[in-house]
């Protein structure tokens, strides 16, 4: 079968186990995503070369898609629903909804089909892309603002675990920098996204104002800023013990650091600093301990209504806003001077001082930039949750941001949201939804009483667990790598064509 | 990789200035806190003498995790993140056992001296199965591969070891729940159809790196599933009622294990009284068996490391892996020959200490494997008698911590030592001089 | 410090391992312009002497000066600011960037974009970079590479581009003195050819002082104004091509004993193995 039905299969796959865990209203939703997904792909993936093959074959892909979304709704009027005991709406209703949601895919997966193949140049004279890939970034674009209105409209829910999950993304994006970039391990990459949380936490509410008596408030655009500068600047300080450390050492410091500073969060609570007989401090609440410090003021925006938590679509602008600005900073960097030489860095140390670069100022750098942006990441944490809390940010934050940067591909942003996305939904919204699924199952039929225990939640870590293995065995570039990433992964398998260098 | 085109490293170390500045100021800051404890010390010495008592019974359980750490970062230089977890197996373990075999406090000696020997040595057997097993299907593989391959595959296998801790303590089997011992056949016949399955697959035309992932993933969830359904079903069928329940049912607190060795009424085995009748030093029979077990597995270790041919065998490969492989050394085995002596040794470190706390929590792996391997790396790794001492060392150090600061504080102090002793002295205190490898 | 006419001078200079010596109070100078060797058996103590003047050792004792100043115990990247270029004996390009990447990572210690201009983008920092990649192209057309191989990643570059590569790297660096380490290893007679023209250029066209450790014996007398053997870390002789090729010592050092005892100077001595 053409790639173009294969693609199809897999889009409306997907659909299809979204539709039937989670309630009829998803399906539009899904409709857009098997939309994208069988667009974007079957652009890639064509057999064609014009335009009209890019329509066809993305009409084909998302018209398989689409169908077996619609198929996916009848099941879930048909099987699904009395299994769980719930009455389906009219079966009407449910094939119109499938069929509309069959043709939101179909069109907007021929509109990427369609862009794929955009031909000439757009931009600046001084910065031309190609066509294509600037109208499928529009149409990304169009989707990415578009989708808060639509999950309001058919309240789906989910903008809240989107929000998160893209939080998280952010990290990834900033531990890209000195993992993939400058090929630093750093596992303790949840301090900075601490104290990029703190310090918002610290400025921009009532908790030390109330305890010295005065008001300390700053504005959270203000506080933004300086919370990033904060954790640059911890970057600096818990990067220079690092410095002459290797692979397995520097690993264990930076786990080290990001469990340290958690603690420190946790625990100063209570502080008391007494030179001799002189009480400078007593019992002074610096972190809040171990409930944190919480509420936190929302930002404020005139227009823009952040305090109504309710509504979290301005908080969700915010955070796109804030990647993207990441996104063109983290790009900047990597095209430079800077870029160059933490890629040769992390390929070979002594040839790299040998052409004249500093590597203790890059190594820094490198720790200092990566820190920078998970200070965006912790200080909109803390205001969109508005609160600091040490449980967020344990070893598994860490660990979690790292496999999103492995699964992504280290050193490639594309990659890492990709991988970051994937990790965080399965974790945020279909593992849960599984969970409780399998629950309503379990409590509307007898038979499957023992269901009950079987609860894929506790499975979490394991389940990670059991991705990073696999993920180190089979494919350990990630799903999107550089060329140049696979070549160095599988290094020792593939013979090198050029004759191999005399040892002297 | 950079093993056959690099020149030698240089052997000078250039001094870290800004390390340096920083570890003034830090001590700086905490000089009064170190003073306050002095005087404390000073003030009280009892406590402190209590203080070190307890803190070189932990420190041998480190110890004895700190030789698993080593042995393993010796022969392939890895650090395997994995090994505190194999040792809360071996708590997990010692707890389904006890739960199994019914023994508590008032099971006759002379059924339960053999009886804890057989579930030591079946304690052992089975971590270092388990050691064995994760060398040979996650690590074996990438021998070669770049350093963070390994790295992040132990740090998955931690998690993995560590939801089952979970799991099992979630279950009714410790309690002596032998449906649930049979239901282990379920996941397992699954797990085999599920091999012979994607063999055949495979045999027709090949799959794909994703398609490997999603089957283990989903055939992982059937398999759990399928436990649960044999389980119930088999319970429900035919209800056993074996012993007492003996923990809680939440699955994530900690678990506790019968008495087994003294209850809280036996007197101590050593009691020596000061002048106006305080307690100078009291050593306990579980302490006794602290120290009796612990020291005979560090100096069987030793003897087994430094006086047998296989032990001289392991010492070869741990200088260098080519050079011994040309003496005729199969490395392979030398290498899994390290895991399983350090999953034994962890998994006899499980039991002492699930028989000295009564207790185990699925999260005990990630504590004491921190301490463990800074002791390691304290005493210089890849040294054995090292490990022993720095073992020793970081458990009165965590019980100094424990008392004159205060627990919640300690897994930092801990940390900071391990950064502190990387950052000015990689290669520990027994270790050679010269910076560590790359 | 009066300008000399040595680019280098090395005084005494000795580096030990523990209890090996490698290099054992070595004088040393080249002249300025010039293009010098430094030959002699494995382990003569040749890279030895290279890593101490790049950095990548410190010397245990001796003078070493460049251009009037000290640069014992420099980092490797303070000797290439400096002035100081090389290249590898085993290739160490960054594999897995492209051949373009590779020469401007050389010219990393020569641009001067810092942090705040590359995150604002500054005109400077484009501009800056712009002529950078025309100035890398150059040298990549310089060498004998050319423009079409710019964007292949490296390590997919055949050996002798490889090696050529290497040069327009440490060229890059805008050196005053070039330290080529064993750069015909490996080539075949039409490529060694070429890159000893290509030494030559570099010398006569860009003013750079060249230092070459070699076993090509042909390259060596073909090429250099001055010789200098290093034998078990001990320098034991000195001069010209004539003069080094008929010396007895360096004969014995290479061949044996019985060589030189067997009149066997005179005749340009084998290849060394």
């Not at chain 1, 999950?151 to 675990?161: E, P, S, Y």
């Not at chain 1, 500068?229 to 990067?239: P, V």
């Not at chain 1, 109504?308 to 001077?337: E, G, H, V």
């Not at chain 2, 003496?327 to 499980?350: E, P």
């Amino acid at each position: 079968m053409s790639n173009a039905v294969k693609v199809g299969l897999w889009s409306g796959l997907l659909g299809l186990f979204i539709v039937v865990m989670f309630s009829g209203r998803s399906i539009l939703m899904c409709g857009i995503i098997t939309g994208v997904f069988a667009g974007l792909l079957a652009g890639a993936r064509t057999d064609g070369s014009t335009m009209r093959d890019g329509i066809r074959d993305a009409a084909i892909a998302a018209g398989v898609g689409g169908a077996l979304l619609l198929l996916a709704n009848l099941i879930r009027h048909l099987l699904i629903d009395p299994l769980v005991a719930q009455t389906p709406p009219p079966l009407i209703d449910d094939i119109l909804v499938g069929l509309l949601a069959a043709a939101i895919a179909v069109v907007i997966g021929v509109a990427f089909g369609a862009a794929h193949f955009l031909n000439g140049r757009v931009g600046l004279a001084s910065a031309r892309v190609p066509a294509s890939s600037a109208a499928t970034w529009a149409l990304l674009g169009l989707i990415i603002i578009a989708y808060p209105f639509l999950d309001q409209a058919i309240q789906l829910g989910w903008i809240g675990i989107i929000i998160t999950s893209l939080v998280f993304i952010l990290l990834a994006m900033g531990l890209n920098v000195v993992v993939g970039y400058a090929g630093l391990l750093d596992l303790g990459y949840a301090a900075f996204f601490a104290i990029g949380a703190y310090t918002v936490a610290l400025l921009s509410s009532d908790h030390l104002g109330g305890q010295l008596g005065f008001d300390l408030r700053l504005s959270f655009w203000l506080v933004l800023w300086i919370a990033a500068a904060m954790a640059a600047i911890f970057g600096l300080i818990l990067g220079s013990p690092t410095l002459p450390l290797r692979g397995d050492y520097l690993a264990i410091v930076t786990l080290g650091f990001g469990e340290i500073v958690p603690i420190v969060f946790r625990n100063l609570d209570r502080l008391t600093i007494k030179i001799g007989d002189w009480v400078l401090v007593k019992n002074f609440n610096l972190t809040g301990g171990e409930p944190g410090i919480s509420p936190i003021d929302p930002p404020v925006l005139p227009g823009m209504n952040f305090a109504d938590r309710t509504d979290q679509r301005p908080w969700y602008f915010l955070l796109i806003a804030i990647i993207i600005l990441s996104m063109i900073l983290i790009n900047r960097l990597r095209d430079s001077r800077l870029g160059r030489a933490w890629m040769a860095m992390r390929e070979d140390e002594l040839a790299a001082a040998s052409m004249g670069i500093n590597i203790v100022q890059t190594k820094l750098l490198a720790f200092s930039m990566g820190a920078f942006f998970s200070g965006f990441g912790g200080a909109f944490f803390a205001a969109f949750v508005s609160g600091a809390f040490p449980s967020s940010f344990d070893f598994s934050v860490s660990v979690i941001v790292l496999c999103m940067v492995i699964l992504g591909g280290l050193g490639n942003v594309t990659g890492v949201i990709v991988g970051g996305l994937i990790i965080e939904l399965s974790d945020r919204l279909f593992l849960p939804q599984v969970s409780l699924f399998l629950q309503d199952l379990a409590k509307a039929n007898p038979t499957l009483e023992w269901l009950q225990r079987f609860d894929p939640n506790l499975y979490r870590f394991g389940l990670f667990g059991l991705v990073l293995v696999m993920m180190m065995q089979l494919r350990p570039e990630g799903l999107l790598p550089n060329a140049r990433r696979r070549a160095e992964l599988h290094e020792g398998e593939e013979p090198v064509e050029a004759v191999q260098s005399v040892v002297g | 990789m950079a093993q056959t085109a690099a020149p030698a490293t240089p052997v000078v170390q250039r001094r870290n200035y800004s390390s340096l500045i920083i570890g003034v100021v830090l001590l700086l800051v905490f000089s009064p806190l170190l003073l306050s404890i002095i005087t404390q010390i000073i003030a009280n010495p009892l406590l402190f003498i209590e203080a070190l008592k307890v803190g070189v019974i932990n420190g041998a359980i480190i110890a004895i995790i700190a030789l698993g750490y080593t042995l393993v970062y010796g022969i392939i230089e890895l650090i395997n993140f994995a090994h505190g977890d194999v040792y809360m197996l071996g708590a997990f373990a010692t707890l389904v056992f006890f739960g199994l075999l019914d023994l508590n406090n008032t099971t006759p000696w002379i059924v339960r001296a053999p009886a804890l020997i057989l579930v030591f040595i079946a304690v052992m057997a089975i971590t270092a199965l388990v050691n064995y097993s994760i060398e040979r299907f996650a690590y074996r593989r990438l021998r070669n591969a770049p350093r963070l391959a390994p790295l992040i595959s132990a740090i998955g296998i931690s998690f993995i070891v560590q939801n089952v801790g979970l799991i099992v303590g979630g279950q009714t089997l410790p309690q002596g729940d032998y449906w649930a011992l049979v239901s282990f056949i379920a996941p397992v016949l699954i797990a085999c159809v599920a091999l012979v399955f994607a063999r055949r697959i495979q045999a027709a035309r090949p799959v794909p790196w994703w398609g490997w992932m999603l089957l283990i993933i989903v055939t992982g969830l059937i398999a759990s599933a399928g436990f649960n359904l044999m389980h119930s079903t088999l319970q429900n069928v035919a209800p056993i009622d074996v012993g007492a329940s003996i923990m809680g049912n939440t699955a994530s607190g900690p678990k506790s294990l019968p008495e087994v060795i003294a209850g809280p009424t036996t007197p101590p085995a050593i009691l020596i009284n000061t002048s106006d009748s305080k307690v100078l030093f009291r050593l306990g029979w579980k302490d006794m068996m602290v120290l009796v077990l612990s020291s005979s597995l560090m100096f069987g270790l030793y003897l087994f490391v430094q006086r047998t041919k296989v032990g001289k065998a392991m010492r070869a490969t741990a200088q260098d892996r080519d050079a011994a492989a040309l003496m005729g050394i199969d490395v392979n085995r030398t290498i899994s020959l390290a895991f399983i002596l350090g999953g034994a040794l962890a998994g006899a470190a499980g039991m002492i200490v699930g028989m000295y706390n009564n207790t185990a929590v699925f999260t005990m792996g990630f504590t004491a494997g921190l301490r463990a391997f800074t002791s390691a790396v304290l005493g210089g790794i890849g040294n054995i008698a090292g490990s022993m001492l720095g073992g020793l060392l970081i458990g009165i150090l965590a019980s100094l911590s424990d008392i004159y600061i205060e627990t919640r504080w300690t897994n930092a102090v801990v940390f900071a030592v391990l950064v502190i002793i990387l950052v000015f002295r990689p290669s520990g205190l027994l270790g050679e001089e010269g910076g560590q490898k790359a | 410090m009066a300008a000399t006419n040595n680019i280098l001078e090395a005084a005494a200079v000795t580096k030990q391992f523990g209890g090996l010596t490698a290099v054992n109070s070595v004088d040393f100078v080249i002249g300025r312009g010039s293009i010098c060797s430094v030959i002699g058996p494995n382990g003569a103590g040749k890279t030895t002497f290279f890593n101490m003047i790049t950095g990548v050792y410190t010397p245990t004792s001796g003078t070493l000066l460049f251009d009037g100043k000290s640069i014992a115990g420099l980092k490797p990247d303070q000797v290439t600011t400096s002035g100081i270029g090389r290249t590898f004996q085993n290739i160490r390009l960054f594999g897995n960037m492209t051949a373009l990447e590779n020469v401007l990572v050389g010219m990393h210690a020569r641009l001067n974009a810092n942090l705040f201009g590359i995150l604002i983008r500054s005109k400077k920092v484009k501009a800056e970079e712009a002529s950078a990649r025309r100035a890398a192209l150059d040298l990549l057309d310089y060498v004998g590479l050319g423009s079409e191989r710019a964007n292949e990643i490296s390590k997919s570059l055949p050996y002798g581009d490889q090696r050529r590569l290497e040069v327009a790297r440490a060229l890059a660096t805008n050196p005053k003195l070039l330290l080529l380490d064993e750069p015909t290893a490996g080539m075949n007679p039409q490529e060694t050819a070429a890159l000893t023209k290509l030494i030559r250029q570099i010398r006569d066209e860009r003013d750079i002082t060249v230092l070459l450790i070699e076993h090509d014996m042909k390259v060596v007398m073909d090429i250099s104004e001055r010789i200098t053997v290093l034998d078990r870390g001990i320098k034991i002789a000195e001069g010209s091509p004539e003069l080094v090729r008929t010396n007895e010592q360096v004969i014995e050092a290479y061949l044996g004993r019985g060589a030189a005892a067997h009149g066997k100077g005179g005749r340009r001595p084998a290849t060394a193995t």
